[in-house]
T-cell receptor, first 112, second 113 residues
């Protein structure tokens, strides 16, 4: 069964460093999303992406964040200058025309 | 913003018991979904509901989309140890909200053998 994959599974970085989280969505999906989950809390929407542009973003998704689909298979989330409060699990999701979103296993980001 | 509250926050039940949890919203959604999350993993879709009043089953799971479109419940019958995890409801709107999911606060289920 097709699934969303994410790399790396864990990332440790120093405050102020840039990180890039990578996702490979399900191959025939056209809608892509990033969510985050701070430890012990609920999953929060960050951004949705369709047709090579951002379709919606939340208040969390400020100028430090950017997304890109650099080729036909990858979808990335970049955090330009990480802060301590960026420590969280980051989930990528994708959906087809029906809209049902399927989630990847997540990347655990720890900012020191 | 939209708030989804789930209850109970956690529950500890005996294997074989039925479980019921619900989700209420401060505003309307036109799609409700239920996900399960195991520790260290991503949410896995259990059931999707698309119409007010809809009742849908997936094996031992049954979920309903409330008539007011502001609530949903999930029932698990005859619980087994692998039902342990956190259950999240999520709401979605196509009008004014794009395709983003708004997640609930979660219900943690623990099953005693």
């Amino acid at each position: 069964e097709p699934e969303v994959t994410q790399t790396p599974s864990h990332q440790v970085t120093q405050m102020g460093q840039e990180v890039i989280l990578r996702c490979v969505p399900i191959s025939n999906h056209l809608y892509f999303y990033w969510y985050r989950q701070i430890l012990g809390q609920k999953v929060e929407f960050l951004v949705s992406f369709y047709n090579n542009e951002i379709s919606e973003k939340s208040e969390i998704f400020d100028d430090q964040f950017s997304v890109e689909r650099p080729d036909g298979s990858n979808f990335t989330l970049k955090i330009r200058s990480t802060k301590l409060e960026d420590s969280a699990m980051y989930f990528c999701a994708s959906s087809g025309p029906g809209g049902t979103q399927y989630f990847g296993p997540g990347t655990r980001l720890l900012v020191l | 913003g939209q708030q989804l509250n789930q209850s109970p926050q956690s529950m500890f039940i005996q294997e074989g018991e039925d479980v019921s949890m619900n989700c209420t919203s401060s505003s309307i959604f036109n799609t409700w979904l239920w996900y399960k999350q195991d520790p260290g993993e991503g949410p896995v879709l259990l059931i999707a509901l698309y119409k007010a009043g809809e009742l849908t089953s997936n094996g031992r799971l049954t979920a309903q989309f409330g008539i007011t479109r502001k609530d949903s419940f999930l029932n698990i019958s005859a619980s087994i140890p692998s039902d342990v995890g956190i259950y999240f409801c999520a709401g979605r709107n196509y009008t004014g909200g794009g395709n983003k999911l708004t997640f609930g606060t979660g219900t943690q289920l623990k099953v005693e053998l």
